[in-house]
């Protein structure tokens, strides 16, 4: 299984950016999809989480304010769109999806690479 994260970049203050995070591979289902990121110097923390049933879980309020998760089941795609984003935005952002890679086997945490959000003030 692989996960290939796009849409970082560097943005203003206040800007927008949508990142997207596609899963490939060997898939049977995918269950819980979400974003975490880690800053230089920080742990990885989560930023926001979907389940397969589309409920979604943000990290804190102001996350939820200004950040939207969003998947697309038939594109084993999982989208976060950031809006005014802040300098302490900045971050690798990775994706997480839970995966069963057959009917039987166990659900398993896969991770894309990253993908780097500047946000300048």
């Known amino acids: 299984v692989q996960l290939q994260a796009s849409g970082g970049g560097l943005v203003q203050a206040g800007g927008s950016l949508r990142l997207s995070c596609a899963a490939s591979g060997r898939i049977f289902r995918i269950n819980d999809m979400g974003w975490y990121r880690q800053a230089p110097g920080k742990q990885r923390e989560l930023v926001a989480a979907?389940?397969?049933?589309?409920?979604?879980?943000y990290a804190d309020s102001s996350m939820k304010g200004r950040f939207a998760i969003s998947r697309d089941y038939a594109k084993k795609t999982v989208y976060l769109q950031m809006n005014s984003l802040k300098p302490e935005d900045t971050a690798v952002y990775y994706c997480n999806a839970v995966t069963l890679v057959t009917p039987l086997s166990a659900p398993y945490d896969y991770w894309g690479q990253g993908t780097l959000v500047t946000v300048s003030s």
């Open positions: 979907i389940s397969r049933d589309g409920d979604t879980n």
